[in-house]
């Protein structure tokens, strides 16, 4: 299995601008989640899927953030509009079992606003 | 806030020696633990998960210990090296799902 896929891997835009991150879970895994990653803040949970479904979204930072999963093998997360404040390393993570079981993660979306 | 802690200072050890890192947690008592490691410009790569009723688990030259009195899980790497050195982040389980992380402890192990 080629492991989760994000992309793109490096970001750079500026302020006001709309993001798309974008992420392809593994296969057959029903949990998909989504964490942003700071020197500051350390990796932060922001929402999480089972089956397609939003679960929790209450560590979206705000109405400016949404994610969703139209289908089993993709997830979007959009920021609109950007802000510097936003800039971090976004990963996405998939599991067979929810929060219970080994995530797997993908190599991240590094997001710079300027 | 459930909140779970490590050390944000460096570690730095001689090869050969044992690591040690610490997770500690607080309020909220979790049914389990996790450990991943995290290389520079990668995503978390998961290493062991030990339940609140098991007080150790091994893995190769890994043992992870759950202390629940304690609210607490130490790390150990034994005879470490130099392609140990990484950041390694805690996380335990929050409600039925979610899994909440630690902000890591980076480890350097010198020659």
């Known amino acids: 299995d080629a492991g989760v896929i994000q992309s793109p891997r490096h970001e750079v835009t500026e302020m006001g601008q709309e993001v798309t991150l974008r992420c392809k879970p593994i296969?057959?895994?029903?949990?998909l989640f989504w964490y942003r990653q700071t020197m500051m803040r350390g990796l932060e949970l922001l929402i999480y899927?089972?089956?397609?479904?939003?679960?929790?979204d209450s560590g979206m930072p705000e109405d400016r953030f949404s994610a969703k999963m139209p289908n089993a093998s993709f997830s979007t997360l959009k920021i609109q509009p950007s802000e510097p404040r936003d800039s971090a390393v976004y990963f996405c993570?998939?599991?067979?079992?929810?929060?219970?079981?080994?995530?797997?993660f993908g190599e991240g979306s590094r997001l710079t606003v300027l | 806030s459930q909140k779970i802690e490590q050390n944000s200072e460096a570690l730095n050890i001689q090869e050969g020696k044992t690591a040690t890192l610490t997770c500690n947690y607080t309020?909220?008592?979790?049914?389990?633990l996790q450990w991943y490691r995290q290389d520079p410009g990668r995503g978390p790569v998961f290493l062991l998960l030990?339940?609140?009723?098991?007080k150790e688990k091994r893995k190769e030259r890994l043992k992870v210990t759950f202390d629940t009195t304690l609210k607490q899980s130490l790390f150990h790497i034994t005879a470490s090296q130099p392609a140990d050195s990484a950041t390694y982040l805690c996380?335990?389980?929050?409600?039925?799902?979610?899994?909440?992380f630690g902000t890591g402890t980076r480890l350097q192990v010198f020659p």
């Open positions: 993570a998939s599991s067979r079992q929810g929060g219970t079981g080994e995530l797997f």
């Open positions: 296969s057959g895994h029903n949990s």
């Open positions: 899927f089972n089956n397609n479904v939003p679960i929790d």
């Open positions: 309020n909220y008592s979790p049914a389990y």
């Open positions: 030990i339940r609140e009723n098991e």
């Open positions: 996380a335990r389980e929050e409600g039925a799902d979610k899994l909440i």
